[in-house]
């Protein structure tokens, strides 16, 4: 260690860095405190010997030495630090400057990040080939670690590595602060309950509305958001009700608000009576993750139109369309999705007769099966089908998504 310091005090150096040098000694110390504790003992250790070669005085400027060798001694003021330019002795400036920039936001947690300058990496890394990294604390961890536990005080809120509101990044070649605003995640369980909405917005604007629009107006009119997004556990048809409670995620990016009350908020969703909503909580992105991966079975409920007359007995054979169905990839969605053969099971399925040329059919089918064509046949690409097994061209109408399980 004295080998080090040696090699350490030849050039000016505060408190914060010199101690940052030996972080991994003595736990429940500061950086500052094993700064001032090494320059009092290696001030010490000049004194004994009386020799100063290759020292940097300005680093003991203010200590009294006893031995007469270092009487004619000329000790100026410190000068800045070689390592950190005099960042820490000015830190003052930048945890204003972040509370000022933090202050137009709500947030309860918060993370520092900074951005270093080339040059102050590479004296830090000429330091380190020179005494080596055996105790040493990055300075990146060393300015994050001091400024985030001062806006702790100043501001009672709560800094957290793994799941931030807000980030505060210090940008020390620019002498500024840069805020990013984490987005803001609402969960929650819609229906629809008309036809002729889609899902999500249409970049097009061919539809005037969707779930997404209705659920997220009252959201970034709170909240001030930029933009919203919507992660929605599987989509039903535009032509579909979804009568099942269908779980999301609403992510609102660049929130300057984050707390309200979303009872007040699901209230105010329902008053369209287009689209209703509930349990709307306050989320994460591993919801969102968590939605995406789900694979839940569905139960629709599909009116069907054949082009014959057809008996009671015939609809019979439409149980036999329970097992597995291989569909090619919708004629109407190959312009969008790559032409595969998909594996899918009918679990479930039962008739009710209507008339001659219409009947009702509800089905229970694994995650992923195109329901309209499993009616259709889409020209033989989807088999077995209703149209298969009756004999008939089926034409649909009215589909509606009874459960989610």
């Known amino acids: ?174 002498k500024d602060v840069r805020i990013q605003i984490n987005p803001l995640f609402i969960y929650g369980e819609y229906r629809k309950l008309v036809r002729g909405i889609p899902q999500t917005k249409w970049p ?26 919507f992660h929605g556990l599987g989509r039903e048809d535009i032509d579909a009700r979804c009568l099942a409670w269908r779980p999301f995620v609403l992510e609102i990016t660049e929130p300057k608000k984050r707390f309200f009350n979303l009872k007040k908020i699901e209230k105010m969703i329902n008053e369209n009576k287009k689209v209703v909503v509930r349990k709307l909580t306050e989320s994460n992105i591993s919801k969102v993750r968590e939605i995406k991966e789900m694979k839940s079975d569905k139960e629709y409920r599909i009116t069907v139109i054949p082009d014959r007359d057809i008996s009671r007995d015939e609809l019979k054979k439409i149980k ?26 009918v679990k479930d399925a039962k008739v009710k007769y209507i008339n001659k040329r219409m009947f009702q059919l509800t089905v229970r089918c694994e995650a992923g099966l195109y329901i309209k064509e499993l009616i259709t046949g889409d020209n033989g690409r989807t088999k077995p089908s209703v149209s298969e097994i009756l004999g008939c061209n089926c034409k649909f109408k009215d589909l509606d998504v009874l459960n989610i399980y």
Not at 216 to 224: D, G, H, R, V
């Open 1 to 174: 260690m004295i080998e080090k310091l040696y090699k350490v005090f030849e050039n000016p150096i505060c408190d914060e860095c010199l101690g940052r040098q030996f972080s991994q000694l003595l736990s429940g110390t500061t950086n500052e405190q094993r700064g001032k504790t090494l320059r009092t003992f290696f001030a010490m250790l000049i004194d004994a010997k009386g020799e100063t070669d290759n020292i940097d005085m300005s680093n003991f400027y203010g200590f009294n030495f006893h031995n007469e060798k270092l009487n004619n001694v000329k000790i100026d003021k410190p000068g800045t630090c070689k390592i950190c330019n005099g960042f820490f002795n000015n830190i003052d400036f930048w945890i204003k400057k972040i509370v000022r920039k933090m202050k137009k936001y709500e947030f309860k947690t918060f993370l520092i990040g900074t951005t270093l300058s080339s040059d102050l990496l590479n004296r830090e890394e000429n330091l380190w080939e020179n005494i080596g990294v055996d105790f040493c604390e990055p300075i990146k961890s060393n300015i994050n670690r001091v400024i985030g536990k001062e806006i702790e005080k100043r501001m009672k809120k709560s800094a957290d590595p793994k799941n931030p509101d807000i980030n505060a990044i210090i940008d020390i070649p620019k």
């Open 204 to 229: 097009s604007g061919k539809y005037r509305t969707s779930v997404e629009q209705i659920i997220a107006k009252p959201l970034m009119k709170l909240t001030k958001g930029e933009e919203h997004k």
């Open 320 to 345: 036999s369309i329970i097992g597995t169905v291989r569909q090619k990839t919708p004629t109407r969605v190959l312009h969008r999705r790559s032409d595969k053969i998909r594996k899918r099971d």
